[in-house]
């Protein structure tokens, strides 16, 4: 394939009127800085014209673009894939996801298949689970995450009560005991088992007068009192969202009895068989364990076949078809997506990847990269967005983007091998191990681990490594859900809405309005970007975008053009602090907005700078962020915390989508807080985090069945040199 792809004066976000070319045919890794402007350039700008151009040809409309750039040649179909998970549908699963009705196809036309096609239709709701609906999944209401035994009914023992907002629940709890001679002052657990029944499972024979306060009113009322846990299992069969969810939060979920977690309705399939087997085994089954099924029974090469091998060597061999997608981890989609690439005939076309290496084992490092080059080889485009050096010294060209982050980013900058002598930059070879005591967890048991023992050291920073699927997240998960004090900041992005910001993600917002208000003593809705605000902008109303509905095709935004996405009206113009208006300080980094002097905004501004975010502005759209940034913004907005000093703490892959230099300030910046949590726990494949922990614990050996143990646990440099130099010697 003959010629570039060229880009000429792009400006999109921070990039300084750059021009690109892109070798047609051939793997270019696009590396630098977070923040420095490289999804600004391979997403917002590369892709999304490439997927422009071709919709315009297509359907005849050419959507507003978010890039800016002067002109451009030789651009192709473009296909993205990105790490980033999106997907809500719980009844959304692989075998959706994947199309395998499609793939099924074949064998309609075979005649010993005797059942109607619509029956590999597993969403249609007549052939659905009755009990689970096709969800999968069945919840009940753990009665340890509702009552407090240690409570009297004075002090409430029932949590979702403390947490409804008003006193309404108690007052009524309190008059239940009343008239029922329940006494209000002993312990919960010291009840009689009559009293306790009541107060779980009971209802009044009639409605009782209480009052309570509701915004700030002293209101009467006569109610029925509804037992605590009767209250919740009504809700969890509520067909509204919000009842529905609210109980939810007060359970745990199983796979559905019924159907065994498949979410079919198992009569109506019980004599349907997909290539010799059971259909629910092809829903319910590990890939793995189906592909090899098929293969015993199959000579030809069928493309269930081929999609299911695909699947296999990205490492996904554990995950079965029913598996819903928004339980995948964005790393687990992405490597979905690029099987389904893997496995196509697809060529001609530019492939954009978004740092496949991020969060995989590095033994997998060259499975993924061979396939890579088998899929160039085709005749595709490949552009990596990439921090890792495996992959980045074995591509054909190499693009750097920065030299640093935001408005000082944006610019090709000459080349450098931001690997070069890493592990210098890390191990500390005369570092002395602390002395440690260790929490002990016993009988963990969870999907692919079973009755596992764990030791974390107290008021250190440990990093759980091991290969995809290995049971890393499982385990955070079950740590999460049984230990009663945790806070687990997980792998799902902020997604946020049309007026969210980095001020409002933050909170920064509500505290620039409140020195505001102060100062001008107006209330603080005066200046907050509501629809009613004066100083938001007339036309958007501090959203900064415009949304424009199209009839027949999906709805666009536009950067609005009476504020230009500065969210304010003119107004604003008219109050300021320190000499700078509200809507300039809106305009300013973070790092500028450190040197402004407002005290409460000093250490989140601070900390922002510590985690490589002071380049952002307080009006830049959540949406516009990349992955990293959002991860970083998670870590500030829940680190730190009030009384830690018996809290675990679990950070899911902080350091992924990260260069280097950025991955070691995070990592840092967590570990700043060990002494100030009973014990903190990092997910990470990255090098970068366990040398700079205190301790190292590798689950394995393998994935799915072949993983779920403790296979490491020791010193991050006995790790290093004991194990992770073996696993680089073998790719």
């Not at 592909?291 to 199959?298: D, F, M, P, R, T």
């Not at 000579?299 to 995950?319: G, K, V, W």
């Not at 079950?478 to 806070?487: L, M, P, R, T």
């Not at 230099?661 to 990592?667: C, F, G, M, P, R």
Request: proline share 3%.
């Amino acid at each position: 394939m003959s010629g570039n792809i060229e880009l000429f004066g792009i400006k999109t976000n921070n990039l300084k009127n750059i021009s690109f070319k892109l070798a047609k045919g051939e793997i270019t890794s696009l590396i630098g800085i977070s923040g420095g402007g490289k999804s600004s350039l391979a997403y917002n700008t590369l892709y999304e014209l490439c997927k422009n151009e071709f919709k315009s040809i297509e359907s005849g409309y050419y959507e507003s673009p978010s890039f800016v750039l002067d002109s451009y040649k030789n651009i192709v179909p473009s296909v993205a894939l990105k790490q980033k998970n999106t997907n809500v549908n719980p009844r959304s699963s692989l075998y959706t996801y994947l199309n395998i009705p499609s793939l099924l196809m074949p064998l309609i036309a075979d005649e010993n298949f005797d059942h109607n096609y619509s029956l590999l239709k597993i969403n249609k709701p007549e052939n659905q689970c009755s009990l689970c609906s096709g969800r999968k999944l069945t919840y009940y209401i753990d009665t340890s995450l509702v009552i407090d035994e240690n409570k009297t009914v004075n002090e409430n023992p029932f949590e979702p009560w403390l947490k409804s907002g008003n006193n309404k629940k108690y007052n009524l709890l309190i008059a239940y005991c009343d008239i029922n001679g329940i006494s209000t002052s002993i312990p919960f657990k010291e009840l009689l088992s009559s009293h306790k029944e009541k107060l779980l499972y009971g209802v009044s024979e009639q409605q009782l007068p209480i009052t309570f306060t509701h915004q700030g009113k002293r209101r009467s009322r006569k109610l029925s009192y509804v037992g605590i846990l009767n209250e919740l299992n009504q809700l969890l069969k509520s067909n509204k969202k919000s009842e529905h969810d609210l109980a939810t939060k007060f359970s745990k979920q199983q796979n559905c009895e019924y159907c065994f977690g498949s979410g079919i309705n198992i009569e109506k399939y019980k004599n349907l068989r997909v290539h010799g087997l059971p259909f629910i085994d092809i829903l319910t089954k590990d890939i793995g364990k189906i592909l090899e099924l098929i293969k015993s029974k199959e000579t030809t090469n069928i493309p269930l076949i081929t999609l299911l091998e695909q699947l296999c060597r990205s490492d996904l061999s554990y995950l079965s078809l029913n598996r819903t997608i928004p339980s995948l981890s964005g790393g687990e989609l992405q490597k979905v997506n690029f099987s389904k690439l893997c496995s196509s005939e697809i060529t001609g076309i530019l492939i954009v990847i978004d740092e496949l290496s991020s969060q995989v084992h590095i033994s997998d490092h060259k499975m993924l990269f061979d396939r890579i080059k088998i899929i160039q080889e085709k005749g595709n485009t490949v552009l990596l967005v990439e921090h890792n050096d495996y992959f980045i010294s074995r591509s054909d060209n190499v693009m750097t983007i920065g030299p640093c982050a935001g408005r000082t980013g944006g610019y090709i900058v000459e080349n450098e091998n931001e690997n070069e002598d890493e592990d210098e930059c890390y191990i500390d070879l005369g570092r002395v191990e602390k002395s440690m005591e260790f929490l002990k967890i016993e009988g963990i048991s969870i999907n692919n681990i079973k009755n596992m023992t764990l030791k974390l050291p107290i008021n250190c920073m440990s990093t759980i490594v091991g290969k995809s699927g290995s049971g890393k997240s499982s385990l955070a998960k079950y740590i999460n859900e049984n230990y009663n004090n945790v806070s687990y900041i997980s792998q799902d992005l902020i997604k946020g809405n049309v007026r969210s910001t980095v001020a409002s993600l933050t909170g920064l917002n509500k505290k620039i309005t409140s020195k505001f208000s102060q100062k001008y003593n107006l209330d603080s809705t005066y200046f907050s970007l509501s629809d009613s605000s004066p100083i938001a902008c007339d036309q958007c109303a501090g959203k900064g975008v415009i949304k424009i509905n199209r009839s027949f095709d999906s709805d666009i935004e536009i950067i609005c053009p009476e504020c230009d996405g500065s969210l304010f009206s003119p107004e604003a113009e008219n109050y300021d602090f320190n000499g700078h208006s509200i809507r300039s300080i809106y305009a300013m980094t973070l790092s500028e907005l450190s040197k402004i002097e407002i005290s409460s905004i000093d250490k989140t501004c601070s900390d922002a700078i510590n985690l490589g975010l002071g380049h952002l502005s307080l009006n830049r759209k959540t949406k516009t962020l990349s992955g990293g940034e959002l991860k970083r913004i998670k870590l500030l907005i829940n680190l730190p915390q009030r009384n830690t000093k018996n809290k675990i703490l679990i950070v899911d892959e902080p350091a992924s989508g990260l260069d280097n230099k950025t991955a070691s300030n995070v990592i840092k910046f967590i570990k700043n807080y060990a002494n100030e949590y009973y014990s903190i726990v990092l997910i990470e494949h990255k090098k970068v985090a366990f040398l700079e922990s205190d301790y190292v614990i590798e689950i394995g050996p393998g994935s799915g069945v072949y993983g779920g143990r403790v296979v490491f646990e020791g010193s991050p440099l006995f790790y290093y040199k004991d194990r992770y130099l073996k696993y680089i010697d073998s790719i």
